[in-house]
């Protein structure tokens, strides 16, 4: 023990000493650091650096730089001492604060010794801790007495918290001292003596007030629990209570889905197919207004599928819909909520509402079990009823399909009927329409206006473009050109074209009228029309004016330009032959007013026209003031040509009796492709644009096909007069003849 006891404090003493020498060390290296760099030897002068420095202008005793403000001695340097960190001494030597006072001297400045300042506020600070530590002032403050709640308070900040009496004397009981009672004079007054257990007593309260307060927080959180668990006891029996109420509902709604399936069931077996569907209706409709809000909006679509499924079947087999166009359409639209049917956006229009485009878009990815259903049993009758029974030229039976099931329809259904079916039927019977040939009575051709005209409402778009290469107006457009260039001038404009101009926008009419029909008409006039006083034939001219007066037609400055170019060169030419030739005047005064009477007064009153009047007349005037001697010799002739000639005069000498003028007709050059287009319209075949080019010889290609979409046919360009078509389908290109081989091809045989 005692050996053990020498060995510690062996062990503190040279603890002890240890220490010492640390600190006797870290003396000495603050006293080095306080002696600074004077304590170090003496540098001894570099002569090389000196004379360097005098080159460049430095003088001894002189600060650095041009002006001699900068420093006058090295940097020095300030060694701290081991393990001293910042501030443990000064970190400016004497020499740096010399030179930033001698700069700013120099800046005239006055620079403060911020560490002096410094010394001064640190020693009045302490100044100011003695004077208050002898005054008794700045001493630490006396720490707050605890301030214990009573067992009154703490039994009222837990409500419904019960402390017995025995526990609330204990709490209260406590106090600095301890009170005895001697006498009843003496009863508030303390004494002094120390009861032996005092501190025990003092416990005994200061844990008893502990644990009440605790048990006063528990009490308080648990009645938080306890109102919360009640709450949510009170939301489940509401819940419960409503699942009661939906059991009983949906008890209800089975019982009546069997009594439909029962009563549908026993309906299939009788004959009477309206009793069957009215009696599955009404149930239906019971079946809307009692559950639609409580019932989930899927289940009672399937439950009304299955319901008159069986009906729509045994319906649709024997379905013609355009003998019977409503058929049960009727009964469908008396439930459209439990079918899941989005109603039009207007229920007063349906052939606007029919447009897929017009109508609300369902998010839904999948279809319901309402549009399977008309996909599959409604679907297919239309279909072969659009495509094989109905006559196009008769749109009436069809559109009251259309109108009738288009509000209860899908919208891909819809689609599918007005976009591709119904158009397909409507460009094929166009085809077949020879527009450039007069209706006989042997072979009547329907005007396409009658079964174009009520679809119009239905047709997307793009079938009403006058550029969709395989649209229906395309083709129609195609039809119209071609009896402007081929149909006969001799008829009175068909009434089939007035009847499809409304259909047309005005300016394809003027495009087409000014490059196919004006230069027929001015051929025709150039041709055919003579001007002869004895024995005059309006044929031509009547023909032609047919064609231009119609309010349809071009305006009056086109009619008014053709006779200006065909008409007035012939007119002024006999006019000169007769002013010439013995004339009589009276007879030339009542032909002149006859010619005029021959127009209408649009193109009578024209400027143009009545400018070719008016030169008539002074023709007239000059060959009465020439008089019958000097009239044939000195009476000027007209032109030798129309003004603006439309078609050239062969004839360059001017006979001596009323002449028979004859022109070369000014023809639109006929091409290979245009004999194509003749050859693909006789044999009703679809002649189409593809928009690319054949890689090898760069050509563009067409599509010859029987097909109303301009699908499938023969692949073939053109070189010259020569069609070539593709081998197959990737194969190279051979040269064909205008014959069946192609014709097999184009239909696909």
Not at 80 to 98: F, H, I, N, Y
Request: charge should be neutral; hydrophobic fraction near 35%; glycine fraction near 6%.
């Amino acid at each position: 023990m005692n050996g053990r006891m020498s060995d510690q404090m062996e062990d503190g003493e040279s603890s002890d000493s240890d220490h010492k020498r640390k600190r006797r060390k870290m003396a000495q290296n603050f006293q080095q650091a306080a002696a600074g760099p004077s304590a170090s030897p003496a540098a001894k002068p570099n002569p090389f650096a000196a004379k360097m420095m005098a080159k460049m202008g430095y003088k001894e005793g002189q600060g650095l730089g041009a002006e001699g403000k900068g420093r006058l001695a090295p940097i020095q340097t300030q060694q701290r001492p081991t393990g001293a960190g910042l501030g443990a001494v000064r970190e400016k030597t004497k020499q740096a604060k010399e030179d930033e006072k001698r700069e700013a001297a120099f800046r005239g400045e006055v620079l403060d010794d911020s560490e002096e300042e410094d010394k001064k506020r640190r020693k009045e600070l302490r100044k100011k801790a003695r004077t208050s530590a002898v005054g008794g002032i700045g001493s630490t403050p006396t720490r707050r007495k605890p301030k214990y709640r009573t067992a009154a308070e703490i039994a009222a900040s837990a409500e419904g918290l019960e402390v017995p009496n025995v526990l609330k004397s204990i709490i209260d009981a406590t106090g600095s001292e301890t009170k005895l009672l001697t006498s009843t004079a003496g009863l508030m007054s303390s004494q002094n003596t120390m009861v032996a257990g005092e501190t025990e007593a003092a416990k005994i309260a200061r844990r008893a007030r502990r644990d009440l307060e605790a048990y006063a927080e528990e009490w308080n959180i648990v009645s938080e629990r306890k109102g919360d668990s009640e709450l949510q006891e009170a939301q489940i029996f509401q819940e419960l209570e409503e699942q009661d109420e939906d059991i009983r509902g949906l008890e209800a709604a089975i019982n009546a889905i069997q009594e439909l399936q029962l009563t549908t069931t026993q309906d299939l077996g009788s004959s009477d197919n309206e009793s069957a569907w009215e009696n599955a209706i009404r149930k239906l409709e019971n079946l809307e207004n009692e559950y639609i809000d409580s019932i989930d909006a899927s289940i009672l679509q399937e439950v009304a599928v299955a319901a008159i499924h069986p009906l729509f079947k045994r319906a649709m087999q024997d379905w013609h819909p355009l003998d019977d166009p409503t058929s049960v359409s009727t009964y469908l639209t008396r439930i459209p909520k439990l079918l899941g049917i989005s109603p039009p956006s207007s229920g007063t229009d349906l052939a606007l509402n029919s447009d897929p485009l017009l109508r609300p878009n369902r998010t839904s990815k999948s279809t319901t079990p309402y549009e399977t259903m008309l996909y599959t049993l409604l679907r297919p009758p239309l279909r072969h009823t659009i495509t094989n029974d109905w006559d196009p030229t008769d749109p009436g039976p069809l559109l009251t399909v259309i109108q009738t099931w288009s509000p209860i329809l899908p919208n891909f259904i819809l689609t599918n009927l007005t976009h591709n079916l119904i158009p397909t039927r409507l460009i094929t019977l166009l085809s077949t329409w020879k527009a450039s040939k007069p209706a006989s009575a042997r072979r009547p051709q329907p005007s396409p206006h009658t079964y174009i005209f009520p679809w119009l409402p239905y047709l997307p778009p793009h079938q009403l473009s006058l550029t969709y290469g395989t649209g229906l107006f395309f083709t129609l457009k195609d039809k119209l050109k071609s009896l402007f260039q081929s149909y006969p001038l001799s008829s009175p404009p068909p009434n089939t074209l007035i009847s499809l101009l409304p259909m047309l926008p005005a300016s394809f009419l003027k495009e087409a009228m000014t490059r196919h029909l004006i230069p027929r008409l001015s051929s025709h006039l150039s041709n055919n029309f003579l001007i002869d006083p004895s024995d005059q034939d309006l044929t031509p001219l009547t023909e032609a004016l047919s064609w231009l007066t119609p309010s349809w037609s071009l305006s009056s400055t086109a009619a008014a330009s053709l006779l200006e170019s065909e008409f007035f060169p012939k007119w002024h030419q006999v006019l000169y032959l007769w002013l010439t030739n013995s004339p009589n005047y009276d007879e030339i005064r009542q032909w002149f007013l006859w010619w005029k009477e021959q127009f209408p007064p649009s193109i009578r009153d024209h400027t143009i026209v009545a400018a070719e009047w008016t030169k008539g007349l002074e023709t007239i005037s000059l060959a009465l003031d020439l008089g019958p001697e000097n009239v044939a010799s000195q009476l000027p002739p007209p032109a030798a040509g129309p003004v603006r000639p439309l078609a050239m005069s062969s004839a360059n000498k001017l006979p001596q009796e009323p002449p028979k003028i004859k022109a070369v007709e000014a023809e639109e050059p006929i091409t290979f492709r245009t004999v194509l287009e003749s050859w693909c319209a006789d044999n009703n075949l679809l002649f189409v644009p593809m928009r690319v080019a054949d890689p090898g010889s760069g050509l563009p290609l067409f599509r010859i096909t029987a097909s109303a979409q301009g699908t499938g046919g023969a692949v073939v360009f053109l070189r010259g007069d020569v069609v070539w078509a593709r081998e197959g389908k990737k194969g190279g290109f051979r040269p064909v003849g205008l014959d069946e081989g192609l014709l097999e091809r184009a239909e696909g045989r």
